[in-house]
């Protein structure tokens, strides 16, 4: 039976850990040279009509590097656009192809791809999830830490797909999620009521606040992503306005733990949601953060193409 990572609701708490466990096994594999192919002569069709740099590159080179091929598809080079269902197109990628990532604006499209799909499903980003995302930066967190459970973590900026991935992943794993944003840009109402009742069955904790200061207290992580992300660019001036006070910068970084560790999903731009001598700083794990991208991804291709369920 072939499972598809469209949310971290997908996934058990039992899976996610399985990823991990994965995941530092590659990791491990990687820096000591060890050739590991266990997609070989597998095929994963790269569907994306939002840019891209870390979930293009991590993809195509974990797909690779497990010994497999990647194709990639901008929405420009299918007849999706053009008028052709989903339902046919889900049909025609499943006699090519052993496995779909698709980044685009509609996680309903993701869905519909999903159900009419015989191969998994991956969505590499939609306007309200990312999990790949969310799953590499609780592995990077429990690397740094060695735990999840009971880490608090500090999410300041627009209450985006970022930020409900964050809600699914902090309430599964037993994480304390504080959400800092303005009036106006909070994540979407259902995933948060939905993940408020998980936190407390896992014993975590989601708070919100629109002070950013208090939000940051006693926080192990603090976390940022762009102000405006990708179809909001009419908005871009009245959303630096709205934001002025959300910006990571050393003030922020002194209301936390002394320890506080800095995250950021990237692209940065600096200067915005984060400072410069914040990202560049002693307390920034951002580029490790993207490199287990690589990893975090290549773990859930086995799981998802090489039937490790």
Same mark, same amino acid.
């Given at each position: ?16 850990e399985?990823i ?5 096994f ?10 590991y ?6 095929v994963l069709?790269?569907v994306?009509k939002?840019?891209s740099?870390?979930t293009?590159?991590?993809f ?15 929405? *420009?080079?299918?007849?999706?656009d ?6 046919d197109t ?8 052993d ?5 685009t604006?509609?996680?309903k499209? @993701?869905?519909?791809?999903? #159900?009419n799909a015989?191969i998994?499903?991956?969505?590499g980003l ?8 969310i799953?590499?930066?609780m592995?990077?967190i *429990? ?7 009971g880490?608090? #973590?500090?999410y300041?900026g627009?209450?985006?797909?970022i930020?409900?991935?964050?809600l699914?992943?902090? &309430?599964?794993m037993?994480m304390?999620?504080?959400?800092? &944003?303005?009036?106006g840009?909070k ?7 939905k ?16 002070d950013?200061?208090e939000? @940051?207290k006693?926080?192990d ?8 992300s990708m179809?909001?660019?009419s ?6 306005k709205?934001?002025?006070k ?10 936390a ?16 949601e984060? &400072? ?25 291709l ?8």
């Amino acid at each position: 039976m072939k499972k598809d990572l469209l949310a971290i609701s997908d996934l058990t708490r039992e899976e996610i850990e399985g990823i991990f466990d994965r995941t530092n096994f590659l990791k491990k594999g990687f820096y000591a040279g060890d050739i590991y192919h266990p997609l070989k002569g597998k095929v994963l069709g790269m569907v994306f009509k939002k840019p891209s740099t870390r979930t293009r590159l991590s993809f195509e080179s974990g797909m690779y590097q497990l010994g497999g091929n990647t194709i990639f598809l901008s929405s *420009k080079d299918l007849q999706m656009d053009r008028g052709e269902s989903i339902i046919d197109t889900a049909r025609i990628f499943s006699i090519y192809l052993d496995g779909i990532v698709i980044r685009t604006y509609s996680q309903k499209e @993701v869905e519909e791809l999903a #159900v009419n799909a015989s191969i998994p499903v991956i969505n590499g980003l939609t306007d309200l999830h990312h999990p790949c995302q969310i799953l590499c930066d609780m592995f990077t967190i *429990k690397e740094k830490l060695g735990r999840l459970k009971g880490v608090k #973590v500090a999410y300041v900026g627009d209450g985006n797909n970022i930020a409900n991935s964050w809600l699914d992943g902090a &309430s599964k794993m037993g994480m304390n999620l504080s959400i800092s &944003s303005p009036a106006g840009y909070k994540p979407d109402s259902e995933i948060t009521k939905k993940a408020i009742s998980l936190a407390e069955r896992n014993e975590g904790r989601i708070e919100f606040a629109e002070d950013p200061f208090e939000g @940051v207290k006693d926080a192990d992580i603090i976390y940022t992503d762009v102000w405006t992300s990708m179809g909001q660019e009419s908005e871009y001036e009245k959303r630096l306005k709205d934001f002025k006070k959300f910006q990571v910068n050393a003030d922020i970084v002194r209301a936390a733990k002394t320890n506080v560790m800095i995250m950021h999903c990237l692209p940065a731009h600096r200067g915005e949601e984060i &400072s410069s001598d914040v990202i560049d700083g002693d307390r920034s794990i951002v580029f490790e953060e993207a490199e287990n991208r690589l990893h975090v991804q290549k773990a859930i291709l086995e799981m998802l193409m090489g039937q490790r369920l």
